[in-house]
């Protein structure tokens, strides 16, 4: 099953999916892993180190499954806009924490993004530079990559909080619509 501190670490996250981040407390992470309260200390400095592994981890499962992805018939970014929003409509509440809600650690544009810094945006920037957008690369393509995200974001914050009214295929739909026309990208 792995060491303890992955163990913590998954006892966390499915906190967070089933109930959110603000349900994780070290009492209750350390009781469901059968160790003392006290004990969880040697491997998380506080709740919010074991929230940001948390993160971390995340971040690392999705950017594996998306480098792992090997080009099919349609266009990359429908591909990985496909695996973001079976994240986004499968694990909400996971998805709002690392995403989008404010938490310690998070990073920042632009300065955390360049280089690779953030796992999603530099496999967001690769298939945009894979399509043909963005070719001078650098700020130009990393800004690209941001706009791509932050419509994606957006539109899922908003149907998370109830104020786009599809079915989830439709709004899957959707979003591949909007991503096509902002980017005159064929999906």
């Known amino acids: 099953?792995?060491?303890?501190?992955?163990?913590?670490?998954?006892?966390?996250?499915?906190?967070?999916?089933?109930?959110?981040?603000?349900?994780?407390?070290?009492?209750?992470?350390?009781?469901?892993a059968g160790i003392t309260p006290m004990a969880i200390y040697?491997?998380?400095?506080?709740?919010e180190a074991l929230l940001r592994r948390v993160a971390d981890e995340t971040f690392a499962d999705i950017s594996k499954r998306w480098a792992d992805r090997q080009p099919g018939p349609g266009n990359l970014i429908a591909d990985h806009l496909?695996?973001?929003l079976d994240f986004a409509l499968g694990q909400p509440k996971l998805y709002?924490?690392?995403?989008?809600d404010p938490r310690e650690g998070a990073r920042r544009f632009p300065d955390d993004f360049r280089d690779g810094g953030s796992p999603s945006l530099s496999l967001v920037a690769d298939a945009l530079r894979n399509q043909g957008l963005g070719e001078d690369g650098g700020d130009d393509l990393l800004e690209l990559a941001l706009a791509v995200g932050a419509l994606i974001h957006g539109l899922?914050?908003?149907?998370?909080?109830?104020?786009?009214?599809?079915?989830?295929?439709d709004f899957r739909a959707l979003c591949h619509r909007l991503v096509g026309r902002t980017f005159d990208v064929h999906n």
């Open 1 to 32: 099953m792995g060491s303890t501190a992955d163990r913590l670490v998954c006892i966390a996250r499915d906190i967070v999916i089933a109930e959110g981040p603000a349900s994780v407390t070290m009492r209750r992470v350390a009781a469901a």
């Open 42 to 47: 040697r491997h998380y400095a506080n709740r």
């Open 82 to 84: 496909d695996d973001h």
């Open 96 to 100: 709002d924490f690392v995403f989008t």
């Open 156 to 169: 899922v914050r908003l149907y998370h909080g109830g104020r786009i009214a599809m079915s989830p295929a």
